[in-house]
């Protein structure tokens, strides 16, 4: 639905101010581990995209994710922003972008990449991960691949604990791929165990992150198998992206026997998920590129948080806004529309080539301008970009950034929201069966 945007596009309203409630470590006072609660036993909320209220009519749709239970007490009661919300939109159209905003007396809009409450420059990176290898930072990578692990372990056996061999059937699979499930859940629990034990060795007991409390949407067998390909392959790249972090070797080597391991978990999911394109029977290629895409910390929890309720630590890094396409399988240089939620200023708004999209696909990336034009018969603002040319990959890692440079392991505050993933599909070439 296209909601008009409001006096000049910019519309002063005190109840629109949301601020987030996601603690972020202090690199300063050496805080780069995980942090317990002080309160074990309260498991607070993990909010996975910035809230806004669209103002419309009653009848028109509202796009916004639950809004922490609290803000922190230090944030000010008039936050200046200026927030994009993206409303739905089918595959056919564009998405429209409703202009909505508040901006306190004498404040100036902030920036994508901006802490909430601060006007300060960003950081670095836009959390209090770390940037540079050290002996303090191995903790850090170990408690954050066991992080990724409960999930994925947690996730196998809730969808395995649901989906039985006559659901698997039912669904149009062979009913021994699930016991190849069960190979793969079985590889998580142990890597569970085994950085568990590593953790607790190396620096103690106690230090070693518990499991979270999930949200899985476990609907559909088919379901299941797509979502496991999209964490297997996150696996990948944040285990890719850590190791560079890692100053001791062995648990780099450590990290790196786990890496590969989850990369044969995503070249048989890409083979088993297939879709129909154009009336052809298409898929991922099981190795559908000559590299894989390493990305740093916040892209990777920013991918995780919609599947994380809560936690009893806090997790060490603020989620970047979500990024939806609307047309997210596609081929090179095909026009796609944005969807998502950020802080921007009227500056980035106008001015050709402030956003990007910036496209990571092994180590390379190109960036293409964002194109914010106002609907001429609704007056709704429509975002899109360009694929590029990525000619030997078939997943593409995007971003919307407020600058026109690198998004890096050790620099992405200029990060607007993502990542989300555009696939270019090929005819199936490899397929599952069993005798």
């Known amino acids: 639905m296209l909601v008009k945007s409001l006096a000049s596009l910019f519309v002063l309203a005190a109840s629109a101010s949301v601020t987030l409630a996601r603690p972020v470590a202090n690199p300063e006072a050496g805080e780069l581990e995980f942090m317990r609660r002080q309160d074990a036993g309260a498991s607070a909320p993990i909010p996975t995209d910035v809230a806004v209220t669209i103002m419309s009519a009653p009848s028109a749709t509202e796009v916004a994710a639950p809004a922490p239970s609290s803000a922190p007490s230090s944030a000010p009661s008039t936050e200046p922003s200026v927030t994009v919300a993206a409303s739905p939109a089918s595959a056919s159209q564009q998405p429209d972008v409703v202009i909505t905003g508040q901006t306190a007396a004498g404040g100036q809009p902030t920036t994508g990449g901006q802490t909430n409450g601060t006007t300060s420059a960003p950081p670095a990176t836009s959390s209090g991960a770390p940037t540079t290898p050290g002996p303090s930072t191995d903790l850090f990578v170990l408690n954050y691949a066991l992080t990724l692990?409960?999930?994925?372990?947690?996730?196998?056996?809730?969808?395995?604990?649901?989906?039985?061999?006559?659901?698997?059937?039912?669904?149009?699979?062979?009913?021994?791929?699930r016991d190849q499930f069960l190979t793969v859940q079985s590889h998580e629990d142990i890597h569970v165990t085994t950085l568990t034990s590593v953790i607790e060795s190396t620096f103690g007991a106690g230090n070693a992150v518990p499991a979270c409390e999930y949200n899985f949407a476990l609907d559909t067998v088919s379901g299941f198998i797509a979502t496991a390909a999209a964490l297997e392959r996150t696996g990948v790249q944040a285990y890719t992206g850590a190791i560079k972090f890692i100053s001791t070797d062995s648990v780099k080597t450590a990290g790196a026997a786990i890496a590969t391991v989850e990369g044969r978990h995503s070249a048989i999911l890409n083979a088993i998920s297939t879709t129909k394109v154009n009336?052809?029977?298409?898929?991922?290629?099981?190795?559908?590129?000559?590299?894989?895409?390493?990305?740093?910390?916040?892209?990777?929890?920013s991918i995780a948080a919609p599947f994380i309720k809560a936690c009893p630590f806090t997790l060490p890094v603020v989620p970047f806004p979500s990024l939806t396409l609307a047309t997210p399988i596609g081929k090179f240089g095909d026009n796609v529309g944005l969807l998502?939620?950020?802080?921007l200023?009227?500056?980035?708004?106008?001015?050709?080539?402030a956003l990007q999209c910036a496209f990571l696909f092994g180590l390379a990336q190109k960036?293409?301008?964002?194109?914010?034009?106002?609907?001429?018969?609704?007056?709704?603002?429509?975002?899109?970009?360009?694929?590029?040319?990525?000619?030997g990959f078939q997943e593409l890692m995007v971003f919307v950034t407020n600058a026109d440079r690198d998004v890096s392991l050790s620099d992405d505050a200029h990060v607007v929201a993502g990542p989300t993933t555009f696939t270019v599909l090929e005819k199936t070439k490899v397929s599952v069966k069993t005798a």
């Open 149 to 177: 692990e409960h999930l994925e372990s947690t996730f196998y056996k809730t969808a395995l604990a649901k989906f039985s061999a006559a659901d698997f059937q039912s669904a149009g699979f062979d009913p021994a791929i």
């Open 279 to 301: 009336g052809v029977v298409s898929n991922v290629n099981p190795i559908p590129g000559a590299f894989d895409t390493p990305l740093g910390f916040t892209p990777v929890f």
């Open 340 to 343: 998502f939620t950020a802080t």
């Open 345 to 353: 200023t009227d500056a980035q708004l106008t001015t050709p080539g």
């Open 367 to 391: 960036r293409t301008p964002v194109t914010i034009t106002t609907d001429k018969a609704t007056g709704g603002m429509l975002a899109n970009c360009q694929s590029p040319d990525a000619t």
